[in-house]
Every structure is written in structure tokens, then in C-alpha cells.
């Protein structure tokens, strides 16, 4: 998909701006609609709608049947032949379900969400679609907030490397991709859902900006507008966004599509008084297309005759609708009914599996009860309803899943053990959600008679998504009373979690013997977890997102400032140990909560494997740096273990002084390397002045001299370090 400005400017040229010159207004305000589908058929309002030139795109039709007769109708019967952007929401796959994006972030390997996303796009395209509403890259710190699970998590680097590597699988496979959604959307103020969110400049364009900018110099074909109120100004009406940012300072050359009826809630939020008013502000922020809502049809053009808007403005915007769909090729195709998807479905299984297994995060492993051995087990005990599932396991955003290609857990658990131990399952619960307890008798029955039991507890898929938000986040239900009642048989408990977002585990934690955080897996859920109970790999997934202790702590990350009283264990008394009648200033003063001190329960980067991984040795190549030089950092990895298993070697850098408060540590570099029991392998990270660069206190992008603090470990806790100078 071309990006270059040499090869847009001559679409321009040859395409775009010729085919501007013929067309009327009520074909470029067209141009800037998009209808939805009909899910199937195609009414006779929507082919005259697209035969007079009414409709750019049509989203969420699936059918390739009627997608090719939208495109017939659009290429063939209308007066200038303008092909349709076929829109739709692939946000994890479309037949072929991967792990949620927060899943796949888990994995923290850019090449294996690439290859998700390539297969995700061939797939689509079978069914005439040629954009999808994905990656969705809004920061998320927030774990209450439902749409975490479409996210990569908290930290801008990960979420800009594993935005780009989506963006490049999607595009370099046929279809245009979005990202999404701009920007600030991830802040909702107490994590719900289309709510509020306040960011002062230098945190939006220091945290909430980098991924869309990153994905922006990648070439993304377009972006969306959020449904968020972004300090005061909604982000679908927002000029400083769309015009400032997006334009003017990143020369972005893509389009700009609403989400679904923001710009009509432009008047909901109370930014506008009407429609009229909601278009016109859309329209002067710069927001190309609009989705589903009416307000470009309904009153560009008599805003235009008043000449409150200009048709340069509009000529404008329509100019980045026709280079977006000429970028994707649409002009040279032929629109024919689904191509077939070349028998992939087995790759794309085991591209399913892969990516499922690497993104599963093991927590806790006492006593190294995992791996299973099936040699010493005469039965297993499988309890809990997603143990089974084939649909919860998807996750949210599966529209296109198709379930029939699910594997479950048990289903795996039970292959792999036939004929070796016997397998004993026990729902237990209807829901994630029941609160009846009736179950139970039959779990520890079959705890009993086990040597060991596999728990798969958590949320279900509707539990997390858009809308979806939680203010308490124990496992829903009575899933607790159902750990705590098997705890007290005795036999070791093997949690293993789906959920759409970190979970507060403190209730059941000390409880089992082992957790391993599958997230919601996709459609090879039980191949990945099978391989991973059992050790046919080790589990090498590494924390996306910080894990709360209590719903109390929230808002927790790990690149947090440093604040002027840091907590440290000497600084902080829990509530349980205070003295009676304490002196008020006795407790220890710093940023610490009496009920919950300062630590998360689990911190960003964390995951366990089944053997030990030591860092030794780090050296850097200079002790400082001008800014035409670039730094290499070695450190030798060895796999002190018995176990070969994969590692993702972390690299966080602090910038000890600046023009304002900088993060206590960021993540600038990660790595994932193989290694066999006794390997040691030197690793390499470079860190280049441009990495170090962030927005000042005028909101100018700059890198300032001064010394720097690095650390390079298995998670955001890493303990080896050095420091180096920036003259
Ligand atoms: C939804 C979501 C957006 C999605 C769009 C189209 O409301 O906010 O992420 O792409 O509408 O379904």
C-alpha cells in the first residue's frame, strides 16, 4: 500500500484530483457518508443511494455476495464509478479468533501480531471488506474501563511497536487499516465508558499521542475520532487534534472517519446546539467521513450556500477519502464475489495457537506445581464453566468469530491425556456471574478423587468490551467462595484466568498453587493452554498492564513520576500496625495508601517461566553520548534452568532531570530470545538521542543533555543498572 509522498502525490495527480474536477457537491458530500449495511441484501434505498453517488462507504456487510453487488452498483451504475470502503470491525481476527489485543500485547512479539493481523486481513477480504477499525491504540491505565481488552496496554512504546506491526499486517495484506480511537479515549475518568476525559497537553502528547504518531509515520491509512470529551472538547469536533496535531504538525495524509454517530453527539455532549452546528464543527476540525450519523448529508451544503464552510475545505477532505481508497487499489479492482482463502485455515490455526500460547502470563508457580506430569497423575480434575466454552474464550469483539473453529481447553486437556490419566470436569457455575453455589458439591467430589486440579475461572466475554466497564474487580460471582471451598481439600489448585483486563487476585491468590493469565485466548485456547499446563512450552508471556492489589490503587502504572515524597518499604505503615493514638506525622510521609502501601500485585513486564533467567554483566558503550551518537547496551542472559523457554529482555531508561517531571522509568527497547538450559547469550540494545526525546514544558518535542539511568531485566522491577550522560 503505497505511503511514500512521491507515489501519493502522483495519485494525486493522476487519480484524485482529475476525478475532484468532475464530480458535483452532492457526489463529494457523498463521499464523506457512511451508511450501514443491511446485513445481507442490498435494499433498493442503499442502490440508489450509492447508483447517485450518495454513499463513500458502506459499514459492517459481511455478505461477499452483496458486498460485490454494493461495488457492482457503485463501479458500474453510478456516473463516475467511485468504488465503496467496505468497513468492519477485525479487530482480532475475523474467522480465525486470536487472543484480544490486550492478550496479544502479553506476548510482546510485534512479528507474531503481524502475521495475526495478515491473516486476519486475507480472511476478510474474502468477504469483500477492505478496512477495518483496528488497531485500536488508546493507552489504558485504567483496568475498570471495558475496552482495555481492545488495547495494548499502558505503555506508549509497546502500544506504538505492536500498533505499527498490525497496521503494516493489515495493509500489506490487502486491506486499509484505522487507528483508533483520537485520542485520549483510554482517561474515561473513573474507567466507564464515553465518558470524560481530562489531559493536560504535555501527558497527551507525551503518553496518549506517541502510538498514533508512531502509526501515523507508518503509513496507517486512517484514523478515527474518539467518542471522548477530551477537556472540553469533544475529540470528534476537535481542531487542536485534527487540524494541529494530526495535520500541521505530523503532515498526516490519511483520512479521518468519525466513530459511530459521534459527530451527532457532538450536540448530546452539549458542545452543540443541533446537527447543523454538530457538522459544522466536525467538518471545521477536519473529520473526512461520517459514520452512520446523517449531519454531512443533511447540511454541508446549505452551510456551504451560506458560506459558513468552503468548498476548498471540502474539496479538501473528499481529496483524502479518493487517495485513501486509491492507495488501497480499489479504482484497479474487479469486484467479484469471496475468493476462496486458499485453504489457510490450518495456518492460520496454528498462527491461532502460537500467538494464544505466547500471550498467556504465568503469575504465580509454587512449588513448580506446573508443568503438569502426566506420569504422576491418575486423574485431573478440570472445574469451572470457560474451561468448555468455545465462544467465551473468543473475547470480545468477534462479530465474524466462528466458533466452530474453537478448541477448548477440556477438549485439549482430554487429547492429551487419553489413555494416561483420567479426566474428571465439573462446571460448577452456569456463569462467571452465579451466585448459586449448588455446583460446588460436585467440584470437590471431583477434587477429591483427583491428584491435582486445573481451575478456569474469570470473566466472561461480555464482561469486558465496549461499555462493558467494572468498579469491582474480583472474579464476578462466587467464583472466590468456589476457590476458597476446593483450597481446603488439599490437592494443588492450578488457577487458569480468562478475563478482558487485570483482575484484583489478592482474594484467591494465596489460595492456589499456580496461576497462568490466558486472557481470552481465541479460538486455539486449548491447544495453548494444554501446551503450556503441560510443558510442551514454557509459558513466556510478560505483563502488558499493571495488576492492581485493590480497585483503590487505580490509577497504577509503572511509568508514573516520581513525585517530591516517593514511598519506599521504610516510608510506608499498613493501617493493621499503626499505633494507637499515633503522633500524626509518626506513619512515614509519602505517596503510599495506609490500606494498600505503594507496590502493585503484579507490575508491568512481570511473567514467570518454568526455568530461571539471569541477567549479568550489563556494559554500555560509551558512559556518555553527544547528540549525533547512539548507545549500545550488552547484557548476558543465561538460562540457569533445566528447560529451554523463550524470554522478553526489557530495556527502561530514566531521564533523572528534566524541563518538566519525567517518568521513573520507561520502557525504550524488548527483545524475545530462545535459549536452551546453560545457554548464555550477550544481548544488544541501542539506544539512539531520538529515543530519549519528549515534549517540554512548551510542548516542543526536543531531547535535553543530562544523565540518564538505565535498567535491563524480565520485567518493569529489573534490578541492573547503570547510568549514562547526553552532552
Ligand atoms: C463502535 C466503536 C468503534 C467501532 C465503531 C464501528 O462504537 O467505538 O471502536 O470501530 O463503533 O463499529
Known amino acids: 500500500m503505497p505511503e511514500h509522498p512521491a507515489s501519493l502525490n502522483s495519485l494525486k495527480q493522476s487519480l484524485v484530483n482529475p476525478l475532484l474536477e468532475q464530480m458535483t457537491l452532492p457526489e463529494k458530500i457523498g463521499q464523506m457518508c457512511q451508511v450501514n449495511g443491511a446485513g445481507g441484501w442490498v435494499p433498493e434505498d442503499l442502490a440508489e443511494a450509492v447508483r447517485n453517488g450518495q454513499v463513500g462507504s458502506v459499514i459492517n456487510e459481511v455478505d461477499a455476495e452483496t458486498v460485490a453487488s454494493l461495488q457492482k452498483i457503485a463501479v458500474e451504475e453510478s456516473r463516475l464509478g467511485i468504488p465503496l470502503l467496505i468497513g468492519r470491525d477485525v479487530i482480532h481476527g475475523f474467522k480465525t479468533i486470536f487472543p484480544i489485543p490486550l492478550g496479544q500485547a502479553a506476548s510482546w512479539n510485534p512479528e507474531l501480531v503481524e502475521q495475526a493481523a495478515g491473516i486476519a486481513a486475507i480472511e476478510a477480504a474474502c468477504a469483500g471488506i477492505n478496512w477495518t477499525f483496528s488497531p485500536m491504540i488508546d493507552i489504558s491505565r485504567d483496568p475498570r474501563w471495558g475496552r482495555i481488552a481492545e488495547s495494548f496496554g499502558e505503555d506508549p512504546h509497546l502500544t506504538s511497536e505492536l500498533g505499527t506491526a498490525m497496521v503494516r499486517g493489515y495493509q500489506d495484506n490487502g486491506i486499509g487499516a484505522c487507528a483508533k ?102 467538518l471545521n476540525a477536519g473529520v473526512d467521513m461520517e459514520m452512520v450519523s446523517r449531519t454531512y448529508a443533511d447540511h454541508l451544503a446549505s452551510l456551504l450556500e451560506e458560506g459558513r464552510l468552503s468548498i476548498a ?88 468469530g466462528d466458533e466452530r473453529l474453537s478448541e477448548t481447553p477440556l477438549q485439549s486437556i482430554r487429547a492429551h491425556l487419553d489413555g494416561v490419566a483420567e479426566v474428571r470436569y465439573a462446571k460448577a457455575l452456569e456463569t462467571s456471574r452465579s451466585q448459586d453455589q449448588s455446583g460446588f458439591d460436585d467440584a470437590v467430589s471431583v477434587v477429591e478423587q483427583a491428584q491435582a486440579a486445573v481451575l478456569f475461572l474469570g470473566e466472561e466475554s461480555i464482561l469486558s468490551g465496549e461499555a462493558h466497564c467494572r468498579a469491582d474487580l474480583d472474579l464476578p460471582g462466587c467464583q472466590a467462595a468456589l476457590v476458597e471451598r476446593l483450597s481446603r481439600i488439599g490437592k494443588p489448585l492450578i488457577l487458569v484466568v480468562m478475563a478482558g483486563r487485570p483482575l484484583t487476585l489478592a482474594p484467591v491468590l494465596e489460595q492456589v498453587d499456580a496461576v497462568l493469565y490466558a486472557w481470552h485466548p481465541g479460538s486455539m485456547a486449548g491447544p495453548a493452554i ?20 485493590v480497585v483503590g490503587q487505580i490509577p497504577i502504572f509503572y511509568n508514573h513520576k516520581h513525585g517530591g515524597r516517593p514511598p519506599s518499604p521504610e516510608t510506608v505503615v499498613h493501617i493493621d500496625e499503626i499505633p494507637v493514638r499515633a503522633k500524626q506525622t509518626s506513619l512515614g510521609m509519602s505517596a503510599f495508601h495506609l490500606d494498600a502501601g505503594y507496590q502493585p500485585q503484579f507490575p508491568f513486564g512481570f ?121
Open 181 to 282: 480511537h483520537f485520542a485520549g479515549y483510554g482517561a474515561s475518568q473513573s474507567g466507564r465508558d464515553y465518558f470524560t476525559t481530562e489531559i493536560p497537553e504535555n501527558e497527551l502528547r507525551n503518553v496518549y499521542l506517541e502510538p498514533f504518531r508512531a502509526v501515523a509515520k507508518a503509513g496507517v491509512a486512517s484514523f478515527m475520532t474518539g467518542f471522548n470529551d477530551l477537556n472540553g472538547v469533544p475529540a470528534s469536533g476537535n481542531e487542536f487534534l485534527l487540524q494541529q496535531v494530526l495535520r500541521e504538525e505530523w503532515q498526516y495524509p490519511g483520512m479521518v472517519v468519525s466513530d459511530w454517530e459521534s459527530i451527532s453527539q457532538l450536540t448530546t455532549h452539549g458542545f452543540t446546539a443541533d446537527d447543523r452546528e454538530a457538522a459544522f464543527e466536525a
Open 313 to 400: 475545505k471540502i474539496d479538501a477532505m473528499v481529496a483524502n477519502i479518493l487517495l485513501t481508497k486509491a492507495r488501497l487499489g480499489l479504482f484497479d479492482q474487479t469486484f467479484t464475489a469471496s475468493v476462496s482463502e486458499g485453504g489457510k485455515q490450518e495456518l492460520a490455526l496454528e498462527q491461532a495457537r502460537q500467538l494464544a500460547a505466547q500471550s498467556c502470563v504465568l503469575l504465580k508457580n509454587n512449588g513448580q506445581c506446573l508443568p503438569l506430569r502426566p506420569q504422576q497423575l491418575k486423574s485431573l480434575a478440570v472445574i469451572g464453566q470457560l474451561a468448555d466454552d468455545g465462544y467465551e474464550q473468543l473475547g470480545t469483539w468477534i462479530f465474524d
Open 530 to 549: 494444554s501446551d503450556l499446563l503441560f510443558g510442551l512450552q514454557s509459558p513466556s508471556g510478560k505483563l502488558p498492564v499493571t495488576f492492581p492489589k
Open 607 to 727: 511473567g514467570l517461566s518454568y526455568t530461571r533467567f539471569d541477567y549479568r554483566h550489563l556494559s554500555l558503550s560509551h558512559t556518555e553520548i553527544t547528540a549525533d551518537q547512539s548507545l549500545t547496551i550488552e547484557v548476558e542472559l543465561e538460562n540457569s534452568g533445566d528447560v529451554a523457554a523463550e524470554e522478553v529482555s526489557q530495556l527502561y531508561v530514566r531521564d533523572l532531570v528534566g524541563s518538566v517531571t519525567r517518568p521513573v522509568k520507561e520502557l525504550k527497547g524488548f527483545q524475545r530470545n530462545r535459549l536452551l538450559p546453560g545457554d548464555v547469550k550477550t544481548l544488544q540494545f541501542t539506544l539512539t538521542p531520538e529515543d530519549l526525546a519528549f515534549y517540554d514544558r512548551k510542548q516542543q518535542r526536543l531531547v535535553e543533555p543530562g544523565r540518564f539511568q538505565i535498567w535491563v531485566g524480565g520485567d518493569s522491577d529489573a534490578e541492573l543498572t547503570a547510568e549514562f550522560e547526553l552532552k
